[in-house]
């Protein structure tokens, strides 16, 4: 009697007719590599939002959520490729998410499930990167020209035009040096920032400081929660799998040290912006700090070439993030509508990407001009996606995979921590939907400020 058949030929067969694994998701890359697609992923413009957060929280709690959701994401994410480098040392290496989840919590529902959130969380990010690159466009412009007739939603559409034209690139793998200039823009932005602050704060100028909290019970609740989601957006990934699929096999070991990597940028760049920020702007710092940075009314609080250089790195930077959230849409485009035996680069192949992959973009350009909400965008994809993938799923796997003894710590510990972010998610969900629903009477669709 013989056993199954090895899982492995079967995987590498239907990968050879795979398009979405053959183009968009090679597996070429070194752990460095990850490490740039990771910071990428995560160390973006969102932190400008970190000092907005803390004003729902106050220092104290701030501070606590900061830290415990830098140690539980890394933990989350540490757990996940434990669980990827056991599967492909069983033959069974995952490049998909969705994938994964389906084929270790046996349930054919969790595949859909993964890529609904996925799509949440792609779409989301890939409307704030658009909105956040013209609110800088907006802002550079403004300084420049102050009764200019130029609008929000014209500048969005360059961008949109912009981003249409590098979401060619084929390739996952193919971002591996924009995400290392990435890296470097970050770390370059959040110094900048950080300086702007101090010279803000200490400068004849600067804001009366206020770090009280709502007075009203309730409404403190609320912001708190939606403080938690902004934090779990911010710290947030949802593509592991994907990233760690760029490795060149066997993977097993590389993704820890990219891991280590991002969080050394991470450690560097988001305490220093929410400290600095939240110091000198309180309980009135915007949704995104340059804004308070750069207020409408009176003189810019720093030196205008500091801002200028700062609001060019983001903007750049946000190039790197559109393309990085858009790769899993991209290799589910590219599954359905590539054939794997016509070449990458065929007529075939080549018309149907920039068709699908544009009108991708075009959407998320249109999303953002109609609806510029940045930071209540943050705080629901990052309830309603982030929370699910990064602080629920992974623990979920890992107790499945590798069925820790119940009186382990390693076993409590990660029930304990799908517990409370589950019910954070639910929270954070009703406070996020609640302050986009109240935010939304203080404009009119195609608005030319973002509401915070």
Same mark, same amino acid.
């Given at each position: 009697m013989t056993g199954p058949p090895d899982p492995e030929p079967l995987l590498g067969a239907r990968r050879e007719s795979d398009a979405g694994a053959v183009f968009v998701l090679q597996s070429k890359g070194q752990w460095w590599h990850a490490?740039?697609?990771? =910071?990428?992923? @995560?160390?973006? !413009? =969102? @932190?400008?939002?970190? !000092?907005?957060? *803390?004003?729902?929280?106050?220092?104290?709690p701030g501070?606590?959520?900061? =830290? @415990?959701?830098?140690?539980?994401? *890394?933990?989350?994410?540490?757990?996940?490729?434990?669980?990827?480098?056991?599967? /492909?040392? /069983?033959?069974?290496?995952? @490049?998909? *998410?969705? /994938?994964l989840a389906a084929d270790v919590l046996g349930s054919g529902w969790m595949y859909y499930f993964v890529i609904f959130i996925q799509t949440a969380i792609n779409t989301g990010v890939g409307i704030g990167a658009i909105l956040l690159s013209g609110e800088c466009l907006k802002i550079m412009y403004s300084e420049l020209s102050p009764n200019g007739s130029l609008k929000l939603y014209h500048f969005i559409a360059m961008v949109t035009v912009v981003m249409i034209v590098i979401s060619q690139l084929p390739t996952f793998h193919s971002l591996r040096h924009i995400n290392f200039v990435s890296l470097l823009l970050s770390l370059g932005y959040s110094f900048l920032v950080v300086g702007a602050c101090i010279y803000a704060g200490t400068s004849k100028n600067a804001p009366a400081r206020d770090y009280s909290l709502e007075s009203s019970t309730s409404t403190r609740l609320f912001n708190a929660f939606t403080s938690i989601s902004i934090f779990a957006a911010i710290f947030g990934n949802g593509i592991l799998p994907e990233i760690q699929a760029t490795l060149a096999p066997p993977a097993t070991g590389k993704m820890v040290k990219g891991l280590v990597m991002c969080y050394t940028v991470i450690f560097i760049t988001f305490y220093s912006t929410a400290v600095s920020g939240y110091w000198v702007f309180g309980n009135k710092s915007s949704s995104n700090i340059l804004n308070s940075l750069m207020p409408d009314e009176g003189p810019s609080l720093a030196p205008t070439w500091v801002l200028g250089l700062t609001v060019i790195f983001v903007l750049l930077q946000l190039l790197a993030i559109g393309l990085v959230y858009s790769q899993v849409a991209y290799e589910i485009m590219e599954q359905k509508s590539a054939d794997v035996k016509q070449g990458m680069f065929s007529k075939r192949n080549l018309i149907p990407r920039i068709i699908l992959r544009s009108l991708y973009m075009v959407l998320c350009g249109f999303f953002a001009a109609m609806l510029p909400f940045f930071g209540d965008i943050s705080g629901v994809v990052g309830a309603v996606g982030f929370i699910p993938l990064d602080f629920i799923l992974p623990m979920l796997l890992y107790n499945k995979t590798y069925k820790p003894a119940k009186s382990s710590f390693n076993y409590w510990m990660n029930i304990s921590i799908i517990i409370v972010f589950t019910g954070a998610g639910l929270l954070g969900t009703f406070s996020s939907v609640r302050k986009l629903v109240l935010d939304a009477s203080k404009f009119k669709l195609f608005s030319d400020d973002v509401v915070d």
């Open positions: 490490g740039f697609h990771l =910071t990428t992923s @995560i160390v973006g !413009p =969102t @932190i400008l939002t970190l !000092p907005y957060a *803390f004003r729902g929280l106050g220092w104290g501070f606590l959520c900061l =830290t @415990i959701m830098g140690l539980v994401t *890394f933990y989350s994410y540490y757990l996940m490729s434990k669980v990827l480098d056991y599967c /492909e040392k /069983e033959g069974r290496r995952h @490049i998909r *998410f969705r /994938e």
